[in-house]
């Protein structure tokens, strides 16, 4: 997955192939239940267990909620990739906005850090420990994106 999107570098190599994906609009709070679904069936179409199809769905809805609470609107498209080179199967989340960005990314990386008043602060870091492999950008007054992969064992 590349970029060619204004100041946008996101790139994570082209080192996967998308055998599914489906695209989901956020805008309203409850298009993230929409989210955590689509994500849930993905995760069963590429052949992960309950645990870590739950576990998917979490990180999906963690980067559908920041959408929502803080760029207001944006997309999350989730995927089934195949690894060019070994094989292995799994499933993509890249979520896209056009929000204020990110002003510090090192500190919203951190446990229990919010810009927000009454928010625990555990998105993000959820979303990186959940998934093996985790990429982020945020230009302020542009926005933020994340792209994050878990791969079948």
């Not at 993905?42 to 909620?65: N, P, R, V, W, Y």
Request: hydrophobic share 40%; charged share 25%.
């Amino acid at each position: 997955m590349g970029t060619m999107d204004g100041d946008f570098t996101l790139y994570a190599g082209k080192t996967v192939s998308v055998v599914e994906e489906s695209l989901v609009k956020l805008v309203e709070n409850f298009e993230n239940g929409y989210a955590i679904f689509i994500t849930r069936q993905i995760a069963i179409k590429a052949g992960f267990q309950c645990t870590d199809e739950t576990m998917i769905a979490t990180a999906a809805s963690e980067l559908a909620t920041n959408i929502i609470r803080y760029a207001k609107t944006g997309e999350i498209t989730i995927s089934i990739i195949r690894n060019i080179k070994d094989g292995r199967q799994g499933v993509e989340l890249f979520a896209y906005d056009k929000g204020p960005g990110i002003a510090d990314i090192n500190l919203a990386m951190q446990d229990q850090y919010s810009s927000l008043p009454h928010s625990l602060g555990l998105g993000l870091p959820s979303v990186k420990r959940i998934m093996d492999e985790f990429y982020i950008e945020s230009i302020l007054g542009k926005g933020t994106r994340v792209l994050a992969r878990k791969w079948k064992k």
